[in-house]
């Protein structure tokens, strides 16, 4: 058998490698660039060590300094798989336990909220003031829903990740307000009637305005709204005496408008809009139900369906959901650990059955690695 080396760059060998009846490997190893020939055995002779040539330097030039290089058995190669296989599945099991545990009910309800009449004409409805937003749902409890509850507003085909809308904000001025007046970023919402908006730009002026209230059978649930954004958020990015100023006052009305004696950053609802979302879909959260639900409970949704999607074909939807300790429902982890063990296991006993026809083929070619490795 002839094994090709190439140890260092620059170094080449040949290897003819042959075995007696008593099972000792020897090997003829022929130097290209000195044309000296070396006789190794794995039995009785001891190998000879390739002299240095120009000292430490040429050996970490040439990549020649002492390494460890690890053989790759093929029981490793098996052992390794299976391992994996064996670790991954049960990590892929138990994550889909735990999304299949959570209770999420989705409605969407832009399409049942619009007037017969308006079905036909959805963008005159929604900007028309004069017609009620008002809507009702109803949503069963399908298992039991411990709280907390989350709730959630879904929007599909919204591209919050457009370069233009993403950048049309100032984020110093959210910490100083009127104290900061380089807002050009916010183009072309930056100022009106010659007057700075305060918050400034697109994503602030299409603030999510949808609204729900929940019943169940005579009461209403109450939705709390506290410490729905990031803490880092509130405390470091919006300023605790920065009021909204001039904001939605101009002739083209965007989303929500703002309460002028709250600070940014105690408006909840803004700081969650403020941090885009990268996909075209996303959910963003409204609040939570701090009461268990029951199974076959009926919870009568009251909202106002003020938000317009309709102009760019978008989707409005109500989530309420419970968590688990991977949060919420999600059952992309779970597949992806049964599908990388599964996969590792069938490659496992791949090499295993291809091992057992052909033993001499892996372990030839073992012996010539590990006889070069000491060459080398």
């Known amino acids: 058998m002839q094994c090709w080396a190439k140890a260092n760059a620059g170094v080449n060998w040949v290897v003819h490698l042959w075995s007696d ?7 003829v190893v022929m130097d290209l660039d000195g044309g000296s020939l070396t006789t190794v055995s ?35 190669v098996i052992a390794t798989f299976l391992l994996m296989g064996f670790i991954f599945i049960p990590v892929g099991l138990v994550t ?9 009910i989705v409605d969407r309800y832009d399409i049942d909220c619009v007037p017969e009449e308006f079905r036909n004409n959805k963008v005159a409805y929604i900007k028309d003031d004069s017609i009620s937003k008002n809507c009702s749902r109803f949503l069963k ?32 001025q959210l910490l100083r307000g009127l104290g900061y007046n380089d807002t ?14 305060v918050p400034c730009g697109l994503i602030a002026w299409s603030l999510f305005n949808d609204t729900y209230k929940f019943i169940r059978g005579p009461s209403e649930l109450e939705v709390n ?11 470091h990015k919006f300023g605790k005496r920065v ?10 009305i965007g989303g929500g408008k703002l309460d002028q004696s709250i600070p940014l950053s105690d408006q909840e609802d803004l700081i969650v809009w403020m941090r885009t979302a990268a996909l075209p879909s996303f959910r963003k959260l409204y609040g939570r139900i701090e009461e268990d639900l029951d199974v076959d409970d009926v919870i009568v949704v009251h909202l106002k369906n003020n938000y317009n999607t309709y102009s760019f074909g978008g989707k409005k939807k109500l989530v309420l959901s419970t968590s688990s300790w991977l949060g919420g429902k999600n059952d992309f982890l779970g597949v992806a650990n049964l599908f990388v063990g599964t996969f590792c296991i069938l490659i496992s006993i791949i ?14 070619a073992e012996s010539c690695y590990f006889l070069v490795s000491l060459i080398s």
Not at 21 to 27: P, Q, R
């Open 184 to 197: 050009s970023t916010c183009k072309p919402l930056e100022s009106s009637d010659n007057l700075p908006i």
């Open 141 to 172: 409890v399908p298992k039991p829903m411990r709280a907390p509850i989350y709730i959630y507003y879904q929007l599909d085909n919204y591209y919050q990740n457009h370069r233009r809308y993403v950048k049309s904000r100032s984020d110093l």
């Open 351 to 364: 090499f295993l059955l291809l091992h057992v026809k052909n033993p001499s083929f892996l372990e030839d």
């Open 96 to 104: 889909l336990r735990a999304s299949y545990n959570v209770v999420e």
């Open 243 to 252: 009021y909204p100023f001039n904001f939605q006052n101009g002739t083209l």
């Open 21 to 27: 009846t008593s099972g000792t490997w020897e090997a």
């Open 42 to 76: 794995t039995g009785v002779q001891a190998i000879p060590g390739r002299s240095t040539r120009h000292g430490a330097f040429y050996q970490f030039t040439q990549q020649n300094l002492p390494a460890c290089k690890p053989v790759l058995t093929p029981a490793a």
């Open 225 to 235: 709204r506290k410490n729905i954004a990031w803490k880092s958020d509130r405390n």
